[in-house]
């Protein structure tokens, strides 16, 4: 890797990183019926932000078919609670969501 990649990668992840949203998931959730909305599980919300953003389509396929992202559909965002913390990454024209573990 050359050193200008690293240091645009890095300026990405912090971008990211600020762009990162704390909210409930009744605040993104009319975004569903767009279909633009997916849950990142198990994985690095900020890390897939970056493959989203690089168009890394050889990460996201992975992940579209390990199950680690999935395209939040009408009937999954019924079975979450309004009140439900989540994390949000927009990275247009897509929400990357994360569930925020309840205490």
Request: proline share 2%; with cysteine; glycine share 4%.
């Amino acid at each position: 890797m050359k050193r200008w990649e690293v240091a645009v990668s890095v300026s990405l992840k912090e971008k990211l990183f600020n762009d990162l949203m704390v909210g409930y998931w009744k605040d993104i959730k009319l975004q569903v019926s767009h279909g633009s909305v997916f849950a990142v599980l198990n994985h690095d919300l900020l890390d897939v932000g970056i493959a989203l953003a690089t168009d890394d389509t050889v990460q996201i396929g992975a992940l579209l078919q390990s199950g680690q992202l999935q395209r939040v559909t009408v009937e999954k965002s019924a079975q979450l609670p309004d009140e439900q913390r989540c994390r949000f990454l927009i990275i247009r024209p897509y929400v990357l969501i994360q569930v925020v573990a309840q205490k």
